[in-house]
């Protein structure tokens, strides 16, 4: 025998009597008798699983002798004190001493490793009991059978459980030691993100109750999530529990999710633990209860264990005891030809029978996995069942061909929950300590302060928020059905600065007009957008519709009006004074005159009136006036149709193309997401962009025309025009862009809540009343004002007035000169104008109708009377026409002005789950004689190099009462920044600890799923890289041995992983 079995020889004789290994059997051990098979059974005496599990194989071989009569089997236990290295030692030496022909256990995946590579070496086949095993572990131990049932289905039970209760998040918590977790976390992770929930936290308990216990239910006491899912030894648990229930965490708003390997042992926990766990809600594997076979075991079991363990108050058995009974039957008929080894292998796997757990059929050397599950709530003294989940099927009250599924465990009925509530906690809370009030961002520069406004007092003591987003976020936590204490905080900066704050935990949410932009999604997340999205373009308009009651009048402007009355009434004084010698009716009083002048200066726009004018020079003037009277009623009866029937609203700019070519400059506002989009997505030169700080200044630069258009977002849109009402008007197609929202961090469970209370605040009217207020007490500052307009001004006709003008002027000197010969009638016409212009400015002196009272002595001529009374009418006339004509050449204009405004894990302990099973005989073993051999020589011991030497070399060093040693690595952040730098967002760890979630959340990245390889180049290695390869994300941290490591590459360059992306 070599030396290293020898070492083995002298370990197993001296561990097993210091730690009281003893040997059970049927009849005492005969090596060579005929019709005798050994058994081995290696258990932990400490623990219920051991002990049901001891009484329970003792049981199966007897009812097999019983039922056989003639063949003897021979067990032989030893205690591996839950210890991976005393199970390892205990297999070896069952083999080379009491000749085993099997190994019945252990029950944790930690010793199967072990015991499993000890079985292979010397052809032992080993029946596990242990929760999980990998699917690589066939491969690599071919002795390895799996007597308990997988429970990975399980994840997906508790999965539809949180999904049933509307909850988004759980907190995992696990056994740092538990090498299971490496296979059922996985699943539960997946599990979850296909009901749309996920693991917001793993937090890792260790072995032993210690301090570091209180700290990490201190830690996950003070974050949000209530949902706890426990996967942790039956141990553990309790004092899990029963810590818990000291911190006050098994009140109210806490729900507690347990998984098998707690929930099946429920049943042995005595009433202090039961009383530490009301509430929790359980999932544990279901097996048939009701058959006479099992009730039977039923009645044996409780009185054996009672005699065998008369300590333990229930005697009640479990799944475990079923598994173990089923495993040992099983083992006992496939040795009825005393075969060994491979043969002893083969038959064992050939079993076929229903046992107390189920059907006992293997397949690749393991049973069918379990695909139904019985769900639990703690509640009294004991629990009740709530009801069954099957895989495929869902929840039900019962289980049978009568069943009735339900997509939902609410249709189940009332679940007691933790403190004792009826109602459904809501998954999350938050912490009312001040020191976990919610510190809450709020922009200072926004522009248009209708929706955000931070003001100082006078004293600068003090600052006041006020503005629509304000008063909604207000309303939407009083609508909260809980207290949200928050303070809130101003920020100086760019709307991206402060989204980024957020990701940098200086905020714990925004609010203001913060717009929902893809790019911010890297850093937080936002809530449905209470506003309108879209952005606008705003241009100035050309003209504006007047006011209607005097639209008749819009047609021409005031200077035209006035001049076509004024070259009117020239031309009927024109006509009346060629006509008045002709015609009676012309004659008369002054005021007779006046009307007479008045009727035939407006008349002739309307008629001819050729018949009844007597001289050619009257006729000559009113052919030319009445040609003018026509093109400019023409002209007015078009003009005033096209402002009746079409607005007169025209867009200085039609569309951004026009602005594209021009070059011309356009505006948004400071801070805001649009300069990117106007540069990015419109492609405006970036020095074609401008941004303004207020309203005012937008309107100053578009009525300067320093920028063209200014493109705001749909709700400063709405408040710009409707505070400018007139001089600007939107253009173009609203393009696609996110509203406005508040903004939280990612995976915030504040989240679901502040989104579903802001809805309830939008549907009532709340914020179209803010807003209706808001918009009604903007009064348009250019209702009164006149721009650019399309009335018609001098300057189009002026041709026409020149004409006319000149024509009656010409026919008036005319008509003068040839009258010259009638000195008298041309006195008298003098006399008369100065009597006229004398009594004009002297009210008291009436004018007489008698030709006496002229008194022709009583004038005083000029010298040359009769050319200065020939020529003064015609000056005269003359003198008016150049005023009138002065008139018509004054050019009136009007200036715009345009104004717009702005926009704006965890190091791995690597537990012994690949690495161990792989090196127990080489590495591991040479660490172990190491640390026996050298018991009491040293006082330090150097190395190992492997948690999984450090955890056997470790469980001797205790012994030893060898100092502690020291973990010597800390990688999450720095892998966390990696990840961070190389903008990734999503990542997949080869490893379940390699970095913490958590670390990755705080740069905005999350894990996909978690991915457990095999220790070795193995088919289940290529599938594992096959469905890495199928999946989505490209990114993988890899935490593995140099080994290992070294084959995942090779594997996966043949793969053609390693190329681009």
Same mark, same amino acid.
């Given at each position: 025998?070599?030396?290293?079995?020898?070492?083995?020889?002298?370990?197993?004789?001296?561990?097993?009597?210091?730690?009281?290994?003893?040997?059970?059997?049927?009849?005492?051990?005969?090596?060579?008798?005929?019709?005798?098979?050994?058994?081995?059974?290696?258990?932990?005496?400490?623990?219920?699983?051991?002990?049901?599990?001891?009484? !329970?194989?003792?049981?199966?071989?007897?009812?097999?002798?019983?039922?056989?009569?003639?063949?003897?089997?021979?067990?032989?236990?030893?205690?591996?004190?839950?210890? @991976?290295?005393? +199970?390892?030692?205990?297999?070896?030496?069952?083999?080379?001493?009491?000749?085993?022909? !099997?190994?019945? &256990?252990?029950?944790?995946?930690?010793?199967?490793?072990?015991?499993?590579?000890?079985? #292979?070496?010397?052809?032992?086949? =080993?029946?596990?009991?242990?929760?999980?095993?990998?699917?690589?572990? +066939?491969?690599?131990?071919?002795?390895?059978?799996?007597?308990?049932?997988?429970? *990975?289905?399980?994840?997906?039970?508790?999965?539809?459980?949180?999904?049933?209760?509307?909850?988004?998040?759980?907190t995992v918590i696990y056994g740092d030691r538990d090498s299971s977790a490496n296979e059922v976390l996985p699943h539960l992770s997946d599990a979850l993100r296909q009901v749309g929930a996920e693991i917001s936290h793993l937090v890792a308990l260790p072995p032993f109750a210690s301090s570091s216990l209180i700290t990490e239910l201190e830690k996950i006491q003070n974050d949000q999530c209530r949902v706890f899912v426990v996967h942790l030894s039956a141990p553990l648990a309790v004092q899990l529990f029963e810590k818990a229930k000291e911190m006050k965490m098994m009140e109210k708003d806490y729900v507690w999710i347990t998984t098998d390997p707690i929930t099946s042992l429920v049943h042995s926990f005595n009433a202090s633990t039961i009383s530490s766990m009301q509430g929790i809600i359980g999932v544990k594997s279901y097996f048939p209860e009701s058959g006479n076979q099992f009730k039977d075991f039923d009645h044996r079991f409780r009185k054996r264990f009672s005699m065998e363990h008369p300590e333990d108050g229930n005697n009640? @058995?479990?799944?475990?005891?079923?598994?173990?009974?089923?495993?040992?039957?099983?083992?006992?008929? !496939?040795?009825? /030809?005393?075969?060994?080894?491979?043969k002893l292998l083969a038959k064992l796997l050939r079993s076929d029978f229903h046992g107390l757990s189920g059907r006992i059929k293997f397949n690749d050397q393991k049973l069918a996995p379990q695909h139904v599950f019985q769900i639990i709530n703690v509640n009294g003294k004991s629990y009740r069942e709530v009801g069954y989940w099957s895989d495929g099927l869902g929840f039900s009250e019962t289980i049978g061909e009568g069943a009735t599924n339900r997509s939902s465990m609410r249709d189940l009925g009332q679940?007691?929950?933790?403190?004792?509530?009826?109602?459904?906690?809501?998954?999350?809370?938050?912490?009312?300590?001040?020191?976990?009030?919610?510190? =809450?961002?709020?922009?200072?520069?926004?522009?248009?302060?209708?929706?955000?406004?931070?003001?100082?007092?006078?004293?600068?003591?003090?600052?006041?928020?006020?503005g629509i987003a304000i008063d909604l976020f207000k309303a939407t936590v009083n609508e909260l059905p809980y207290h949200l204490p928050y303070e809130l905080f101003p920020f100086e900066g760019t709307y991206d600065s402060l989204v980024k704050q957020i990701h940098l935990h200086k905020f714990d949410a925004v609010v203001g007009d913060v717009a929902i932009v893809s790019r911010r999604y890297e850093h937080a997340e936002f809530t449905h957008p209470y506003t309108e999205s879209g952005l606008i373009m705003i241009v100035p308009v050309r003209s504006k519709t007047c006011n209607?009651?005097?639209?008749?009048?819009?047609?021409?402007?005031?200077?035209?009006? !006035?001049?076509?009355? +004024?070259?009117?009434?020239y031309n009927g004084f024109v006509v009346w004074l060629i006509e008045r010698n002709y015609c009676p009716e012309l004659k008369g009083s002054v005021l007779n005159q006046i009307g007479s002048l008045i009727w035939l200066s407006f008349t002739t726009l309307f008629s001819l009136q050729g018949d009844k004018l007597h001289s050619n020079f009257s006729r000559m003037t009113m052919v030319v006036w009445l040609f003018m009277a026509l093109i400019i009623t023409q002209t007015y009866t078009a003009n005033l149709a096209s402002m009746l029937t079409v607005q007169q609203l025209e867009p200085t700019v039609a569309d951004v193309d026009a602005l594209l070519r021009t070059n011309a400059m356009v505006g948004y506002c400071k801070g805001s997401f649009v300069s990117a989009y106007l540069t990015e997505v419109l492609r405006f030169p970036h020095n074609n962009i401008m941004q303004f700080n207020s309203t005012e200044e937008y309107d100053l630069a578009l009525r300067s025309k320093v920028i063209a258009a200014a493109f705001l977002e749909a709700p400063f849109a709405k408040i710009f025009l409707a505070k400018y009402c007139k001089a600007f008007m939107p253009v173009g197609p609203t393009f696609k862009v996110g509203g406005f929202g508040f903004v939280f961090p990612k995976g915030s469970m504040l989240l679901p809540s502040v989104t579903e209370a802001m809805l309830k605040v939008t549907e009532r009217g709340d914020l179209r009343t803010l807003e209706n207020s808001m918009l009604a007490s903007l009064k348009c500052l250019d209702a009164e004002t006149d721009g650019a307009n399309p009335s018609l001004s001098p300057n189009s006709f002026w041709v026409l007035f020149v004409l006319t003008g000149g024509t009656s002027t010409i026919a008036l000197v005319v008509y003068i000169f040839n009258i010259r010969k009638s000195i008298l009638v041309y006195k008298t016409n003098w006399k008369l104008i100065l009597d006229v212009m004398k009594r004009w400015g002297n009210p008291n002196r009436r004018f007489s109708r008698r030709d006496s009272?002229?008194?022709?002595?009583?004038?005083?001529?000029?010298?040359?009377?009769?050319?200065?009374?020939?020529?003064?009418?015609?000056?005269?006339?003359?003198?008016?026409?150049?005023?009138?004509?002065?008139?018509? *050449?004054?050019?009136?204009?009007?200036?715009?002005?345009?104004?717009?405004?702005?926009?704006?894990?965890?190091?791995a302990n690597v537990d012994t789950e690949q690495r161990v099973a792989m090196q127990i005989?080489?590495?591991?073993?040479?660490?172990?004689?190491?640390?026996?051999?050298?018991?009491?020589?040293?006082?330090?011991?150097?190395?190992?190099?492997?948690?999984?030497?450090?955890? *056997?070399?470790?469980?001797?060093?205790?012994? *030893?009462?060898?100092?502690? %040693?020291?973990?010597?690595?800390?990688?999450?952040?720095?892998?966390?920044?990696?990840?961070?730098?190389?903008?990734?967002?999503?990542?997949?760890?080869?490893?379940?600890?390699?970095?913490? @979630?958590? +670390?990755?959340k705080h740069v905005g990245a999350e894990i996909v799923q978690y991915?457990?390889?095999?220790?070795?180049?193995?088919?289940? $290695?290529?599938?594992?890289? &096959?469905?890495?390869? #199928?999946?989505?994300?490209?990114? %993988?941290?890899?935490? $593995? #041995?140099?080994?290992?490591?070294?084959?995942?590459? /090779?594997?996966a360059k043949r793969m053609k992983k390693k190329e681009k992306d």
């Amino acid at each position: 025998m070599s030396q290293f079995a020898l070492l083995f020889y002298f370990l197993i004789t001296v561990s097993g009597f210091r730690e009281g290994i003893t040997t059970f059997g049927n009849a005492n051990t005969i090596e060579n008798e005929p019709g005798i098979g050994i058994l081995g059974a290696i258990i932990d005496n400490s623990s219920r699983v051991g002990k049901e599990g001891r009484v !329970a194989i003792q049981m199966a071989l007897d009812d097999h002798f019983d039922s056989t009569g003639n063949q003897r089997l021979v067990l032989h236990v030893r205690n591996s004190q839950g210890k @991976p290295s005393q +199970a390892a030692l205990a297999a070896k030496g069952l083999i080379d001493e009491q000749k085993v022909q !099997a190994i019945l &256990g252990p029950h944790t995946w930690e010793e199967t490793s072990l015991v499993a590579e000890v079985g #292979s070496e010397t052809h032992t086949p =080993i029946v596990s009991f242990a929760e999980a095993n990998p699917k690589w572990a +066939a491969e690599l131990w071919p002795f390895l059978v799996q007597a308990s049932r997988n429970q *990975l289905k399980h994840m997906e039970a508790i999965a539809d459980i949180v999904q049933s209760w509307e909850w988004h998040q759980v907190t995992v918590i696990y056994g740092d030691r538990d090498s299971s977790a490496n296979e059922v976390l996985p699943h539960l992770s997946d599990a979850l993100r296909q009901v749309g929930a996920e693991i917001s936290h793993l937090v890792a308990l260790p072995p032993f109750a210690s301090s570091s216990l209180i700290t990490e239910l201190e830690k996950i006491q003070n974050d949000q999530c209530r949902v706890f899912v426990v996967h942790l030894s039956a141990p553990l648990a309790v004092q899990l529990f029963e810590k818990a229930k000291e911190m006050k965490m098994m009140e109210k708003d806490y729900v507690w999710i347990t998984t098998d390997p707690i929930t099946s042992l429920v049943h042995s926990f005595n009433a202090s633990t039961i009383s530490s766990m009301q509430g929790i809600i359980g999932v544990k594997s279901y097996f048939p209860e009701s058959g006479n076979q099992f009730k039977d075991f039923d009645h044996r079991f409780r009185k054996r264990f009672s005699m065998e363990h008369p300590e333990d108050g229930n005697n009640e @058995p479990g799944i475990f005891a079923a598994q173990a009974y089923d495993a040992a039957r099983a083992v006992a008929q !496939a040795m009825t /030809e005393s075969s060994k080894g491979r043969k002893l292998l083969a038959k064992l796997l050939r079993s076929d029978f229903h046992g107390l757990s189920g059907r006992i059929k293997f397949n690749d050397q393991k049973l069918a996995p379990q695909h139904v599950f019985q769900i639990i709530n703690v509640n009294g003294k004991s629990y009740r069942e709530v009801g069954y989940w099957s895989d495929g099927l869902g929840f039900s009250e019962t289980i049978g061909e009568g069943a009735t599924n339900r997509s939902s465990m609410r249709d189940l009925g009332q679940v007691f929950w933790p403190g004792g509530p009826w109602y459904t906690p809501k998954g999350w809370a938050v912490p009312t300590t001040n020191a976990n009030v919610l510190r =809450i961002g709020v922009p200072t520069g926004a522009t248009f302060k209708q929706y955000v406004n931070v003001k100082k007092d006078p004293l600068g003591n003090n600052l006041s928020f006020s503005g629509i987003a304000i008063d909604l976020f207000k309303a939407t936590v009083n609508e909260l059905p809980y207290h949200l204490p928050y303070e809130l905080f101003p920020f100086e900066g760019t709307y991206d600065s402060l989204v980024k704050q957020i990701h940098l935990h200086k905020f714990d949410a925004v609010v203001g007009d913060v717009a929902i932009v893809s790019r911010r999604y890297e850093h937080a997340e936002f809530t449905h957008p209470y506003t309108e999205s879209g952005l606008i373009m705003i241009v100035p308009v050309r003209s504006k519709t007047c006011n209607k009651a005097w639209l008749f009048m819009k047609p021409f402007t005031k200077a035209m009006w !006035a001049l076509i009355g +004024a070259i009117n009434v020239y031309n009927g004084f024109v006509v009346w004074l060629i006509e008045r010698n002709y015609c009676p009716e012309l004659k008369g009083s002054v005021l007779n005159q006046i009307g007479s002048l008045i009727w035939l200066s407006f008349t002739t726009l309307f008629s001819l009136q050729g018949d009844k004018l007597h001289s050619n020079f009257s006729r000559m003037t009113m052919v030319v006036w009445l040609f003018m009277a026509l093109i400019i009623t023409q002209t007015y009866t078009a003009n005033l149709a096209s402002m009746l029937t079409v607005q007169q609203l025209e867009p200085t700019v039609a569309d951004v193309d026009a602005l594209l070519r021009t070059n011309a400059m356009v505006g948004y506002c400071k801070g805001s997401f649009v300069s990117a989009y106007l540069t990015e997505v419109l492609r405006f030169p970036h020095n074609n962009i401008m941004q303004f700080n207020s309203t005012e200044e937008y309107d100053l630069a578009l009525r300067s025309k320093v920028i063209a258009a200014a493109f705001l977002e749909a709700p400063f849109a709405k408040i710009f025009l409707a505070k400018y009402c007139k001089a600007f008007m939107p253009v173009g197609p609203t393009f696609k862009v996110g509203g406005f929202g508040f903004v939280f961090p990612k995976g915030s469970m504040l989240l679901p809540s502040v989104t579903e209370a802001m809805l309830k605040v939008t549907e009532r009217g709340d914020l179209r009343t803010l807003e209706n207020s808001m918009l009604a007490s903007l009064k348009c500052l250019d209702a009164e004002t006149d721009g650019a307009n399309p009335s018609l001004s001098p300057n189009s006709f002026w041709v026409l007035f020149v004409l006319t003008g000149g024509t009656s002027t010409i026919a008036l000197v005319v008509y003068i000169f040839n009258i010259r010969k009638s000195i008298l009638v041309y006195k008298t016409n003098w006399k008369l104008i100065l009597d006229v212009m004398k009594r004009w400015g002297n009210p008291n002196r009436r004018f007489s109708r008698r030709d006496s009272d002229i008194n022709e002595e009583s004038h005083a001529y000029p010298s040359n009377a009769s050319a200065l009374q020939a020529q003064f009418p015609a000056l005269l006339s003359f003198m008016v026409f150049v005023l009138i004509f002065k008139q018509t *050449l004054r050019i009136y204009g009007s200036s715009d002005r345009t104004k717009d405004d702005n926009f704006v894990g965890i190091g791995a302990n690597v537990d012994t789950e690949q690495r161990v099973a792989m090196q127990i005989g080489k590495e591991q073993r040479v660490a172990m004689q190491m640390a026996y051999c050298k018991e009491g020589a040293s006082q330090t011991t150097l190395g190992p190099q492997t948690w999984e030497e450090v955890s *056997l070399v470790g469980n001797r060093s205790v012994e *030893l009462s060898s100092s502690s %040693f020291t973990k010597a690595f800390q990688s999450d952040e720095a892998v966390a920044a990696m990840i961070q730098f190389w903008e990734q967002n999503q990542v997949t760890p080869l490893r379940l600890q390699v970095i913490h @979630p958590k +670390a990755l959340k705080h740069v905005g990245a999350e894990i996909v799923q978690y991915v457990a390889l095999p220790p070795s180049a193995s088919c289940s $290695l290529s599938d594992q890289l &096959g469905r890495l390869k #199928s999946s989505q994300c490209r990114v %993988f941290v890899v935490h $593995l #041995s140099i080994p290992a490591a070294v084959q995942l590459i /090779e594997k996966a360059k043949r793969m053609k992983k390693k190329e681009k992306d």
